[in-house]
């Protein structure tokens, strides 16, 4: 499953810049030369692909990489590593016959050649066949799981096979291993439902391993339906990106369709019917239902539904899409607002065959945009801002962004009367440059918020230039080690001004470099090929106005939690090919004079912390977690697995805690959100869920304490009469 989930979502990691903060230098070259220096002529698309990209790479990254036989090795392991991480497709003889390109691929890319990548293509797609029919043998026979036997689940500890009987073992192992697991929880299912009646009559073993083996089964048909509807061009853009990625991170292509993707992700909307879609023996089934889009209103589609087929309002006859690929049922199925659409749909409950006309139109994807709630301590009124993404329209930054819904929020909570305020910043992957600099315009006056640097060039300073603090109180910022880029400007800013306290992990995720999305369609004439997608491109570095970069060391929090990613290798540092860390001079800015008592709530905090003993017990789990994930062995018999899966469970248990945390704490929705719920009960409960989570969070829970801890100073509003004095 890991090469068919990493080529659908990996483009969906990064986070997006935009655009029109800073022009790229290569950008720059191109108005001036109009491309008369550099012809893209080649009449193969993938081809011209391959030198479109390695020129903007070589013009316009910020740390560009000489492309030779050391850039060939590393190219060479990344792409075969991407395609058969397990080692269960390819043989060793295909190996050898692979790497007489390994120091051949830069010779391969600047002479636009593709010798080793129709190679590697045609001989997966063969070695995909062979395992259709291994799987297929080896599950069709019972498993002894009294036989004494260990399976390695790491790759990198395995040689490639050298036959196919060791390849069939392989297999073999790999679906023992996945049906063990099954059978081991249907076993428990039984014992438990014969302790809840003694009358209840237990299925065998042998009934039970036969149940457990078609779960695999069922497991490995969906994968190889996922294989399937993969086509030549997706696995060249697999290829493509293991160049590409060997100057960063944090550079990447995207396919036409993958942009698509990442636009709807920054945006947070979609132009269609709003449904979830999923392929699944051959049929296109509704996942679900979006809150608030045409499919929800109309109250005629539910989740597994199958859609047989779909009819344009300005076509007589239906397509059948039973058995296309998804990405191109989809296409059917989407489409701008305001536009029919007429679905075949067979009803899940009954079986019956109906036909749906729904109006397309702009679906917002409520999990996207940021949410807020209140909660009382002490008499006191405070605020909780979940900010998931730093999330804007590419096309129109002013229709919906996360600086405008954060204003929005910040200024009803006023009006409720809140003294402190906490922005959430935890899993935040980061997004838009400008967006983070508006919020952080919303606490401070005026002043830098993020220095950025190209490569050779002059630094710019990017300044809230806007007067106006739309919160001046108390204010705490949470992060954690995949609080990334935007996420850390943020936390840095305010952190150096000291105009917020920062709580979590050691330190933040450590990327510090900035990203542009260049559509590679507007560098050609004339284009005849069709949609060449875009290329995510690093062109610079950011650095908070301190002078110190965010890159491999992001942001140390004031008050150090423990959370479970604390010893889990996830930063920055960890990856692959990251920029160094570095510094600059400072920028030129005025620590905020609006608290008394900052230190001491910082000291205060980390006291509470330190006698938590929920924290330490968050802590053990984390170092738990940590020795788990290095296990790397299963035993295949079944009493031995059973007995550590039973040992796992006990220490488990002990963590049970973690669940049960209460605080004295509850929350609740702000008065424009209430009037939302009477016409929609999913976002009522959804965000009931979200308070109840937030009432076990013994994060939150201290954001709080330190809300409370943290008093104003009367300087300012002193300064302010002052002025109005003179005036």
Request: with cysteine; proline share 2%.
């Amino acid at each position: 499953m890991y090469f068919v989930q990493n080529l659908m979502t990996k483009s969906m990691r990064y986070m997006k810049r935009n655009l029109k903060i800073l022009v790229l230098a290569v950008l720059m070259a191109a108005t001036s030369c109009s491309f008369t220096t550099k012809k893209f002529d080649d009449p193969n698309k993938d081809k011209l692909l391959i030198d479109l990209i390695t020129y903007v790479l070589s013009q316009g990254h910020y740390d560009a990489k000489e492309i030779n036989d050391d850039f060939s090795v590393k190219v060479y392991d990344h792409y075969i590593e991407s395609l058969d991480p397990s080692k269960r497709f390819f043989y060793k003889k295909d190996i050898e016959e692979f790497e007489e390109y390994k120091i051949l691929i830069d010779d391969e890319i600047n002479n636009k050649e593709l010798n080793f990548f129709d190679l590697t293509y045609s001989k997966l797609e063969k070695r995909n066949e062979e395992a259709k029919q291994l799987y297929t043998q080896i599950l069709a026979e019972p498993f002894d799981f009294s036989k004494e036997e260990d399976f390695q689940t790491d790759g990198d500890d395995l040689e490639y096979v050298t036959s196919k009987a060791e390849l069939k073992e392989r297999w073999r192992k790999q679906l023992k291993f996945s049906t063990l697991i099954s059978f081991y929880d249907l076993k428990q299912d039984e014992k438990n439902k014969k302790e809840n009646d003694s009358d209840y009559t237990m299925k065998s073993d042998e009934e039970l391993e036969k149940k457990a083996r078609e779960t695999t089964q069922n497991s490995l048909d969906e994968y190889f339906d996922l294989t399937d509807d993969l086509e030549r061009k997706d696995y060249f853009s697999v290829f493509i990106n293991s160049v590409v990625e060997e100057f960063d991170p944090h550079t990447y292509y995207f396919a036409p369709r993958d942009k698509d993707r990442f636009d709807i992700q920054m945006s947070g909307k979609i132009e269609g019917i709003g449904a979830r879609l999923q392929k699944k023996n051959d049929d296109i089934t509704i996942m679900d239902v979006i809150s608030g889009g045409p499919a929800w209103k109309s109250e005629e589609l539910d989740a597994g539904d199958v859609i047989l087929k779909v009819k344009q309002e300005d076509e007589n006859e239906p397509v059948n899409i039973s058995g296309m690929r998804l990405d191109d049922a989809v296409d059917l199925i989407k489409g701008p607002k305001g536009s029919k659409v007429t679905l075949t749909v067979r009803k899940k409950l009954l079986g019956n065959i109906e036909q749906i006309k729904l109006t397309r139109d702009l679906v917002e994807l409520e999990e996207t945009y940021a949410k807020t709630a209140m909660v009382d301590k002490d008499g006191k009124q405070y605020g909780v801002i979940n900010l998931p993404k730093f999330y804007f329209d590419m096309e129109d930054y002013d229709s919906r962004n996360a600086a405008s819904d954060m204003r929005k929020d910040i200024l009803e909570l006023k009006e409720q009367g809140m003294d402190g305020l906490v922005v959430d910043l935890r899993n935040n992957g980061g997004g838009s440059l400008k967006t983070v600099v508006d919020i952080a315009g919303l606490f401070i006056e005026k002043g830098p918020i993020v220095q950025v640097k190209s490569n050779g060039e002059r630094k710019e300073v990017l300044n809230d230039e806007d007067s106006e603090i739309v919160w001046d109180g108390p204010l705490v910022i949470l992060v954690n080690e995949l609080s990334a880029s935007a996420s850390e400007i943020l936390a840095a800013a305010m952190q150096d001004y000291k105009r917020a306290v920062i709580i979590g992990s050691k330190q933040t995720y450590g990327k510090g470099t900035v990203q542009n999305v260049i559509d590679l369609n507007r560098w050609l004439r004339n284009n005849d090929y069709g949609d060449m997608g875009a290329l995510k491109i690093t062109t610079q570095k950011f650095y908070r106005v301190n002078g110190g970069s965010t890159q491999l060391e992001g942001v140390k929090s004031d008050v150090v939690v423990p959370d479970r990613y604390s010893y889990v290798d996830i930063g920055e540092k960890d990856q692959e090919n990251p920029l160094p860390w570095d510094k600059i001079d400072p920028a030129d800015y005025d620590i905020w004079d609006g608290y008394l008592g900052y230190e001491e709530a910082i000291e205060n905090s980390k006291k509470r912390m330190e006698q938590s003993e929920q924290i330490k017990l968050i802590e053990q789990n984390a170092k738990w977690i940590k020795e788990q994930s290095e296990d790397d062995s299963y035993s295949l018999n079944f009493e031995q697995y059973a007995a550590n899966a039973e040992k796992n469970m006990e220490v488990a248990k002990q963590y049970d805690a973690l669940k049960d945390y209460k605080t004295n704490l509850s929350f609740s929705s702000l008065p424009y959100e209430k009037e939302l719920f009477k016409a929609d009960s999913t976002l009522q409960e959804k965000r009931e869920r979200w308070h109840k989570d937030l009432s076990r969070d013994v994060y939150v829970e201290e954001a709080i304490n330190v809300l409370s801890d943290i008093k104003r100073s009367n300087m300012k509003n002193k300064v302010a009469d002052s002025d109005k004095f003179k005036d």
